[in-house]
Structure formats: C-alpha cells, structure tokens
C-alpha cells in the first residue's frame, strides 16, 4: 500500500505546485498566501509519503484529498484534478491493501514450505 499510496502524494505535490503557479496569476491574492498554502500542502505530501504506516497517516491523506478539492475555490481546474487524485488515493490504498494481503499470504506459504 505504501508504494501506490506515496506515488499518489508525489503526483499531487507537483499538481500542487503548478495550480500555486496558476493562482498566483489568475486571482488577486497575495503571491505570499499562495505560496504559503502551498507550501505547507507540498511539504504535507512530502511528510504523509513517509507516515503512511503510521496511526492516522491514510486518514491524513483523505483530509489532503478534501483540501485538493476544495482548493477549486481558487483555481477551479482543481475541482477536477482533486476528485481525480481523490479517486487515485482511493485504489492506492483499497489495491494497496489487497497486494499487501497476498504478499502476506505468499510470505505464509513460502514459510510453511520451507519448515
């Protein structure tokens, strides 16, 4: 799950990081506040890759989902790209799971052949 779920949350950093470049131009808001938001979005993508395992680190990652969406306030494309990476991060970690359960199964039976 880790490996689908990290590549989600780098595809999103540099989505990211482009619709921080479209705001600056399209809205009239301080290029100080996008890049802020922006920022703290990217480096959370960043920190959430290497917490995946971690008590709450999926949970995390959907609270990110919701803010990608919601960023579609400001640069309405992001509208589409959240729900896109929100789909993304739903079969990152449901496929994730299950490939997750079959190494484990497959770790069983190899064990149990060797003893």
Known sequence: MRTLCA???????????????????????????????????MLLCVLLCGALTRPGGVQLGWALQIALIASGFVVPAMFFLGVVFAALWWASVHYGRKIDEAKARWAAMAEAEAA
């Open 7 to 41: 590549s989600t949350l780098i595809g999103e950093f540099f989505v990211i990081g482009f619709a921080g470049l479209v705001a600056v131009q399209l809205n009239d808001l301080p290029a100080a506040t996008v890049w802020t938001v922006s920022g703290i979005a």
